[in-house]
């Protein structure tokens, strides 16, 4: 399953970057669905340069959410700006047709004024939110697919089998073997 973000043509990708619909809501509770939560859908650009996720500190007000503290950011304009921090929850959807299914991340946002001109996005989509996903940007095809991080399950080694527990022999005959067979 994957979210798939696509523009025009290449050119809007260089020009503007890809867009994301994400959900943004109040920190959600366990098995809590974001629609429970009462979000705003809202569209922000992914940039693998920004180390934190940014959002227009208006969408956060308009939640009722309060500044868990401030922090000190400088963005493109190189200008240091105190800018509130929030608590906030990100629902992405992944998948399509009949198998979709929402993805929550809850992180802490920087809250950044609105800017003078309109633009087609509310905020930047940073790393803290990429470190729980696959990013594939195709600049020729003018998609990026966000791909989520699924656990993997546990190897067959690691499963206990017939109450046997693997031990520090059982791993140095497995080397030994790997080894004779690398030799062959």
């Known amino acids: 399953m994957k979210h798939r973000c696509q523009s025009a043509n290449a050119d809007s990708l260089v020009l503007q ?7 943004l809501t109040r920190p959600l509770q366990a098995g809590e669905a974001s629609a429970q939560a009462g979000g705003v859908k809202v569209r922000l650009m992914v940039d693998t340069g920004a180390q934190k996720t940014v959002i227009d500190r208006g969408i956060a007000e308009s939640l009722g959410i309060v500044p868990i503290r401030f922090e000190e950011m400088t963005g493109v304009s190189h200008v240091p700006e105190n800018c509130p921090v929030y608590l906030l929850s990100i629902t ?7 198998k979709k ?6 992180s802490e946002m920087i809250g950044m004024a609105t800017p003078p001109n309109p633009r087609p996005f509310n905020g930047l989509l940073g790393r803290d939110f990429f470190r729980f996903v696959r990013l594939i940007y195709d600049g020729s095809g003018a998609y990026c697919d966000i791909i989520p991080v ?3 399950p546990p190897s067959k080694r690691s499963v206990n089998t017939g109450g046997h527990k693997p031990d520090r022999r059982d791993r140095r005959k497995a080397e030994r073997e790997a080894r004779r067979k690398n030799r062959r």
């Open 17 to 23: 970057g890809p867009l994301v619909e994400v959900t």
């Open 92 to 98: 992405l959807v992944v998948g399509d047709g009949t």
């Open 101 to 106: 299914r929402g993805i929550t991340f809850t």
């Open 150 to 152: 699924i656990p993997e």
